[in-house]
């Protein structure tokens, strides 16, 4: 079990990115219930226009989810002031996950602002066709996605850096 776990943990780490073929439209947002929005009201698709957006998908039992988020807090300082959000989208892998009050304590321990939209029944996990904790989703201003990153990212390690590149890019591309 525990060469198992390891070996699952190498893979998570060591995933590289994927360009999204045909890039297709973001998928609309999936929930409109105002409490299972955090840090916003319910978002639509639309309120994302003419933004570089990161969609994070992750749930708060995820060790690779969790130590993602400093780097992704540092993200959102370095891109402040610009075109940029993130939104989180928390798709629960234990039933305990599913509870609201539980996703909001973990939000305001790991130090999240952005926008998180519970996805409990995993409709917009399906509608992302997404299959991993974390993966992180780059959207282009026209709410095309462009970009798949999928596991735990650090600051300054390959995977950030490649990030960061391709969200310059996606910010620095003309409407």
């Keep these: 079990m525990r060469i198992l776990l390891v070996l699952l943990t190498m893979i998570a780490t060591t995933a590289t990115a994927?360009?999204?073929?045909g890039t297709p439209p973001v998928p609309e947002f999936t929930n409109k219930n105002p409490d299972h929005w955090f840090n916003s009201a319910p978002m639509k698709r639309a309120d994302l226009e003419g933004k570089v957006v990161l969609i994070d998908v992750w749930t708060y039992d995820c060790w690779n989810c969790y130590r993602s988020f400093p780097w992704l807090n540092a993200l959102e300082k370095q891109f402040a002031g610009e075109d940029f959000l993130v939104v989180g989208i928390h798709s629960p892998e234990f039933a305990h996950e599913k509870e609201p009050?539980?996703?909001a304590a973990k939000i305001k321990e790991f130090n999240l602002h952005h926008p998180v939209m519970m996805d409990n029944d995993f409709r917009y996990w399906q509608a992302l066709n997404n299959r991993y904790w974390p993966a992180f989703y780059l959207?282009?201003?026209q709410g095309r996605l462009r970009h798949l990153h999928v596991?735990?990212?650090h600051i300054g390690d390959r995977r950030a850096k490649a990030i960061?590149?391709?969200i310059r890019q996606l910010?620095?591309?003309s409407d």
Excluded at 18 to 21: G, H, L, R, V
Aim: a negative charge; aromatic letters at 0%; hydrophobic letters at 25%.
């Design 18 to 21: 994927a360009p999204i073929d």
């Design 101 to 103: 009050d539980r996703v």
């Design 139 to 141: 959207v282009d201003r």
């Design 151 to 153: 596991g735990e990212t």
């Design 164 to 166: 960061q590149r391709q």
């Design 171 to 173: 910010l620095n591309e």
